[in-house]
């Protein structure tokens, strides 16, 4: 008689007698690996009282009827314990602690628990890096931001820049291989300017709007 390769499940040989007996111990083994729960791990003396169903990964100082078992999975039916020999990316429940456990080739180990996705990124980069100085950061050919429908409850859009205080800045800037040229905002003041540079490191205010009369001014004059 052969097993298969990776459950080692009995396999039927031709013109084999009581087929059944092979094919039944076949499903009671996949009965005992498929959707793997476990009753605990590490478990050195087996239970006084098992119950039909248990199972538990045996411990490095196994007694009793664990002994000649250390690491394997020992789960209980009718017809006793039966040993299970884990291989690497087996994954199981633990029935105690509701956590998820996986095999990595030698031990079990606890997966870190998932609480679903987190509501505040450090940075995030779509495309290209995020960091420190950028945290969030795009590289694409087009972005667009849509209002919901008035169907939903929405129907405007506003994107909002906010500065702490008047001396700090909110604003767009508009670069050139990297060198700024343009920058349209409230730049170290609430008045809205509108500035342009040719080498990124000298700028003009080419417009600036008074906040509080809403009056327009050109500091470099007209063309």
Known sequence: MTDTFRLALPLIDAAQAQKHVTHNEALALLDAMIHLALDGLDVNDP?????????????ASPTGLFVGHAGAIAAYDDAGWRFLTPRAGWRAQVLADGRSAVFDGAKWVYAPPYNGPPEVLPHLGIGTSADASNAFALRADNALFTARDVSEGGGDMRVKLNKPAPERTASVMLQSNWSGRAEIGLCGDDRLRIKVSADGGTWHDAIVIDAASGKVSFPNGTA
């Open 47 to 59: 239970p006084a009282a098992p119950t039909i169903g248990l199972r538990v990964t045996v411990g």
